[in-house]
């Protein structure tokens, strides 16, 4: 009550409220985050199978995890909360996917290539860009070449792995002076179907990637920068084997224009940042390769934002502060033609189609500001930010009309954050406590999506623009302990305590309504549950045997019931992981196991089911050689699943297999 009542307070005081970010200081360490690649000039780190995916980049960050409905674009899961409750950006760019059932998470309009850095926030705190993250934010780091760097630099990576017969080739160049530089690249990847544990072919696990960047920046010798970059991405033949829908394009443009000013004469001001930047998302699901299919589909989906940013940063006396404005505007539309079963006959009459808007084109804009204060070990961060929705086809209003007569045409809300956080450092480690409070709106889905199949439950899903905003509480606690400069402990919780909870109906049996798809068993409306509760645990040892020997190791737990103390879905169960790495001169290699605990609290009423333990085993070495003329090569190959285990994560959808023995090699040369 006390969080809502300052919010409340903070509201009347101002049009919107302020939110997080943090100059650089101690608190950066709150970030996790993974390395892609490094910057121009420097070799990039030895460490992975080479030429990795961005999702084997993402399963690497310590509260992150991936729910995979196939081989391509798994979706990121952060303490256990998936795309509603997690704000993903690319360079602060907000991007929102196109399709409606989650085959396109916005990292899978990227490739590793494209990236330098993955940053994680864990929960509601320290990310400006963030909208709607009471779960946490993932912010995708563009690489970029620099200033003053090398001259001139090439890589060229090819890597094969035999398992789906996944073929990967990359390469990029990277120009550098005092005042300007380039870099570009393209990559392209081809997979067949792969396989579970036993040789068990995974059907309709396939796909083809394609993707081509630009980045570029002009300097000035007073601080002035101006930057620009752009990525295409194109998906082709993806399979999706755990959905009754493949994809048979998912395209998307990317484009940004930055301005950088570094230098003032003021120490009050520090940095400042302003971006504009536009992207075109579109998908589109095809059935056509699909046996026995009883009514064909055809899905196609859009979704264009235009936004901007404008971040300042500076210092005063003990205050390190940053102040963030900025607005973004989303179009979605997704649509649905059925066609009768003559199609593809002499009978066919284009006539007997049916068709619906299952996204109303629905136009969203936001804009908000947020700032952030840190004076010796504390950080305050504020948000708020206004919202409004317009349904522009007519055609979509009055079809959710039928069920909601009173549904105008527009919506207005508000949302916001507030966090404080301490941390102390002391010679030999550090603990870090917080407490926040947060809202976020209901998505384009839970609030207009119509009829749509969820495969996991077997159910149509019938937005409600009526939902209440949902809100969460947030407690966390982490430390660290390095008992000796070779041994670092770490330990890391939270808690988040939900009100207006928003989720599908429990039951499905919304009074009067028939489902559109055919076998389904009812309708579910999205409605807002009183309550919530999810606790994410995780403990990490790390020790630095010698100086080529080291030993990490990770365990994580989490617990989620809403408010009939029924399981939440996708909760992850106790997992373990343990890599022993070796690296010395050109040689490096690494032994890891990795591991899950049986599932048994699995949300039953909402499709889940209960998932068996599982344990793998990988290996994998590498070799630098380094020739005349500062060209460097790198060999690398390995194996994945060595036991060829059959198994099934927690996040499987729809318990898909997983993988089997994967034999992988890879070379990589710079120049």
């Known amino acids: 009550m006390f969080a809502n009542l300052l919010f409340s307070l903070l509201l009347v005081e101002s049009d919107s409220i302020a939110v997080e970010g943090g100059a650089v200081s101690i608190f950066d360490k709150t970030f996790d985050e ?63 996917c196109a399709c409606t059932d989650r085959m396109d998470p916005v990292t899978s309009y990227v490739e590793t290539s494209n990236l330098s850095r993955i940053f994680l926030n864990s929960g509601l705190g320290n990310d400006p860009q963030a909208t709607g993250n009471l779960g946490g934010s993932v912010d995708l780091k563009l690489r970029k070449a620099g200033f003053d760097a090398a001259p001139f630099e090439m890589n060229v990576q090819t890597g094969f792995e035999t398992n789906g017969c996944l073929q990967s080739y990359l390469a ?85 224009l930055a301005y950088r000013q570094e230098h003032f004469r003021s120490p009050l001001l520090t940095r400042w940042e302003s971006k504009v930047y536009y992207n075109n998302i579109r998908h589109e699901m095809d059935d056509t390769h699909r046996p026995d299919v009883v009514m064909h589909m055809d899905m196609p989906g859009l979704s264009r934002t235009s936004g901007l940013y404008s971040l300042l940063a500076g210092s005063w006396k003990q205050h390190l502060w940053q102040l963030n404005l900025d607005g973004y505007l989303n179009r979605s539309r997704a649509e649905m033609t059925m066609y009768p079963s003559t199609y593809g006959t002499a009978a066919y009459n284009p006539a007997d189609r049916m068709f619906m808007l299952t996204w109303p084109d629905v136009q969203t804009g936001n804009t908000g500001l947020s700032v952030s204060d840190q004076w010796g070990n504390f950080r305050l961060t504020l948000k708020g930010s206004l919202q409004w929705s317009h349904i522009s086809d007519p055609e979509g209003l009055a079809t959710l009309q039928i069920y909601y007569p009173t549904q105008s ?28 409070w947060g809202s976020r709106t209901p998505t384009v889905t839970e609030a207009y999506g119509y ?11 019938l937005g409600n623009p009526e939902l209440k905003n949902e809100k969460a509480v947030q407690f966390d606690l982490s430390g660290s302990w390095s008992p000796a400069p070779d041994w670092e402990f770490s330990a890391d919780g939270n808690l988040f305590l939900f009100d207006d909870y928003i989720q599908g109906g429990l039951t499905g049996d919304v009074s009067g309504y028939s489902p559109m798809t055919i076998g389904a068993l009812g309708v579910k409306q999205y409605r807002n549950l009183p309550s919530a509760t999810i606790a994410n645990l995780s403990f990490d040892a790390d020790w630095q045997l010698s100086s080529a020997w080291r030993w990490q190791n990770r365990i994580g737990w989490s617990w989620g019931k809403d408010n009939r103390n029924r399981s939440l879905p996708l909760i992850a169960p106790l997992q373990f992981r343990s890599t022993l790495a070796y690296e010395w001169g050109s040689w490096e290699g690494s032994a890891s196991v990795i591991g899950a605990a049986r599932k048994e609290d699995a949300a039953r009423h909402l499709g889940e089911h209960s998932t068996p333990g599982y344990v793998l085993y990988n290996l994998q070495a590498g070799y630098l050689v380094r020739l005349a003329g500062k060209v460097n090569v790198t060999l690398k190959a390995g194996v994945e699943n060595v036991l060829d285990k059959y198994y099934t994560t927690y996040a499987s959808w729809n318990g898909i297999g997983q993988k089997g023995r994967n034999f992988f090699a890879s070379l990589q040369a710079s120049f």
């Not at 949302?415 to 603990?431: A, I």
């Not at 009829?451 to 899903?461: A, E, I, K, S």
Request: without cysteine.
């Open 34 to 96: 993974v390395v892609v690649n490094a910057a121009a000039g420097q070799q990039k780190q030895t460490t992975g199978k080479g030429v990795e995916s961005l999702d084997e980049h993402l399963a690497r960050l310590r509260q992150a995890d991936l729910v995979k409905r196939g081989a391509y674009a798994s979706e990121v899961s952060v303490n256990s909360m998936q795309t509603e409750r997690v704000s993903t950006t690319i360079d602060g760019m907000k991007i929102f």
């Open 172 to 256: 990029d160049v990277a120009l550098s002076s005092e005042t300007r530089y380039l870099n570009t690249g393209i990559s392209f990847r081809d997979a067949r179907n792969y396989q579970a544990g036993g040789n068990r072919e995974i059907d309709f696990s396939q796909y083809q990637k394609f993707n081509v960047f630009a980045n570029g920046g002009r300097q000035w010798g007073d601080g002035r920068i101006v930057e620009f970059s752009a990525i295409y991405d194109l998906a082709t033949d993806v399979g999706y084997p755990s959905l009754t829908m493949d994809v048979k394009k998912a395209e998307g443009l990317i484009t940004a």
């Open 409 to 436: 045409d527009r919506q207005f809300r508000r949302e916001g954050r507030v966090t404080l956080h301490y941390r102390k450092d002391w010679q030999k480690g550090s603990v870090s406590v917080g407490a926040g």
């Open 451 to 461: 009829f749509l199949y969820n495969t996991l439950d077997g159910y149509d899903y």
